[in-house]
């Protein structure tokens, strides 16, 4: 069973970091593309950004590419989101998601990122 | 960076209808390598994460009920819900993987008249 569990979210204050993690197992993480997608209180679904096999390729939006930083530890089989300067408007749930070619097959449970002070 | 439009925001229907959703792209999703178009569809229910329904436009996921259909071509997507269930009360996104950065629809949330 494909399972994906993101961990590190929280209450953290404004201008602050935060590193999120997501755990997989029951595929074969290192074959697989991987990204982030959040959702902030009531709204839609925003792409954060993707990173494939071997992090040699990662994509962002252009919004967040100075923010957030995608990385992945295929021998851990986690991936991980680090975030700074975070701000109210960064509040929100975020989803690791597997990204077989480009949409996103698996998702996990999410995990609330809160910035307030 | 391309911007989907779906529509319409909401839907109100009874068990047993069929529901159309709309999703429009500002460029054309056609890849012309694999000759297919790069959109999917999610489905995402109260308290819970998003569900893949759609790939490559009209290609379902294993186990999607076959009563999903997604259709179209270019710049106009449509998914199609015929005998609508309780349990597809929802809200339905569309997502655009033809180009970074990949875009969602605002979504369309599906209620029980």
């Known amino acids: 069973e494909v399972k994906l569990v993101e961990s590190g979210g929280g209450l953290v204050q404004p201008g602050r970091s935060l590193k999120l993690s997501c755990a997989a197992s029951g595929f074969s993480f290192n074959d697989y593309w991987m990204g982030w997608v959040r959702q902030a209180p009531g709204k839609g679904l925003e792409w954060i950004g993707e990173i494939n096999q071997d992090s040699s390729t990662i994509n962002y939006t252009p919004s967040l590419k100075d923010k957030f930083t995608i990385s992945r530890d295929n021998a851990q089989n986690t991936l991980y989101l680090q975030m700074s300067k975070l701000g109210s408007e960064d509040t929100a749930i975020y989803y690791c998601?597997?990204?077989?070619?480009?949409?996103?097959?698996?998702w996990g449970q999410g995990t609330l990122v809160t910035v307030s002070s | 960076d391309i911007v989907m439009t779906q529509s319409p925001s909401s839907l109100a229907v009874s068990a047993g209808e069929t529901v159309t959703i709309n999703c429009k792209s500002s460029q054309s999703l056609f890849g012309s390598v694999r000759q297919k178009n790069y959109l999917a569809w999610y489905q995402q229910k109260p308290g819970q994460s998003p569900k893949l329904l759609i790939y490559l436009a009209s290609t379902r996921e294993s186990g999607v009920p076959d009563r999903f259909i997604g259709s179209g071509s270019g710049t106009d997507f449509t998914l199609t819900i015929s005998s609508v269930q309780a349990e597809d009360l929802a809200n339905y996104y569309c997502?655009?993987?033809?180009?970074?950065?990949?875009?969602f629809g605002a979504g369309t949330k599906l209620e029980l008249k």
């Open positions: 998601a597997s990204s077989p070619w480009g949409w996103f097959a698996y």
């Open positions: 997502q655009q993987y033809y180009d970074t950065p990949y875009t």
